[in-house]
């Protein structure tokens, strides 16, 4: 990000709001990017291990199948309304949230790959994940080697509890941007987190115009001082490589420039 609340790189691309094809099998179907009243699942490396019907052995993976479906497992982009479509829910992702709102919880728009939805009934709450990190960093950027600060954060409660990963930074983030009212997703911070930074809260940026000006960007969505102090939220580090701190700072100026970390799909 720039000085003066501009990001780090020339605004080059217009931001667009468009639609995403998910394969089911071999038929292509084409449903709008998740709003409000769908549930977008955080994009992951884990793998599809929905529920298959029994039959014979093919080539092809292995997917789940409307027919015989009973259990679903989550996938990086899925949603409940692609889900519901997908498995031919009677009643829709309303129905299949209803059946699953132990399992989710009370945000419908939160799944996250790994979680086991039933169809057709009513699933018992998850147990624990384990936790996600994310390690690897994009080969353009330089890292620092010391241990990011992880100083507490005044705005949340004291009895939350987050991973010292990147699931449990998005996640107090989350928590800090609601009591502030800062929009933005889990899926959203995610996505421009691992184009940003690949998850490392150390990448630093020592090429672009702004290393040259002596402001290179920083940490998981690489912030530039100037944006970072401009937008900095009260109650968090004023260490630009904090997690948290770097994430609800980039988020509050997203915010202001863009409506949303959400509605941020490139260089901003």
Request: net charge positive; glycine share 10%.
């Amino acid at each position: 990000m720039p000085a003066t609340g501009k990001h780090r790189r020339p605004k080059s691309n217009t931001l667009t709001r468009g639609i995403a094809a998910a394969g089911t099998g071999g038929a292509a179907l084409i449903i709008p990017v998740i709003g409000a009243t769908s549930a977008g699942a955080a994009p992951s490396a884990v793998p599809h291990t929905g529920t298959a019907a029994k039959g014979t052995v093919s080539a092809e993976p292995i997917v789940a199948k409307k027919a015989a479906a009973t259990t679903y497992s989550v996938v990086a982009g899925d949603s409940l309304s692609k889900i519901a479509q997908d498995l031919d829910v009677s009643g829709g992702w309303k129905k299949l949230y209803q059946d699953n709102r132990q399992a989710i919880g009370g945000n419908p728009a939160l799944i996250h790959p790994g979680l086991e939805l039933a169809v057709g009934k009513k699933a018992k709450a998850p147990a624990a994940s384990a936790d996600r990190t994310a390690t690897s960093t994009r080969a353009d950027r330089s890292a620092r080697t010391t241990t990011p600060p992880q100083k507490a954060t005044a705005a949340v409660a004291k009895t939350a509890t987050y991973s010292n990963n990147l699931d449990g930074w998005i996640r107090q983030s989350l928590d800090v941007m609601a009591q502030h009212g800062i929009p933005g997703s889990y899926e959203g911070i995610y996505r421009n987190i691992m184009r940003e930074s690949s998850g490392n809260p150390l990448a630093i940026n020592n090429w672009d115009s702004n290393a040259v000006a002596g402001t290179p960007s920083k940490g998981l969505l690489q912030v530039i001082d100037p944006t970072f102090q401009a937008f900095h939220v009260a109650g968090t580090s004023t260490d630009s490589y904090d997690p948290v701190a770097n994430i609800v700072a980039a988020c509050n100026y997203a915010a202001n420039t863009y409506g949303s970390i959400d509605n941020v799909n490139g260089a901003y």
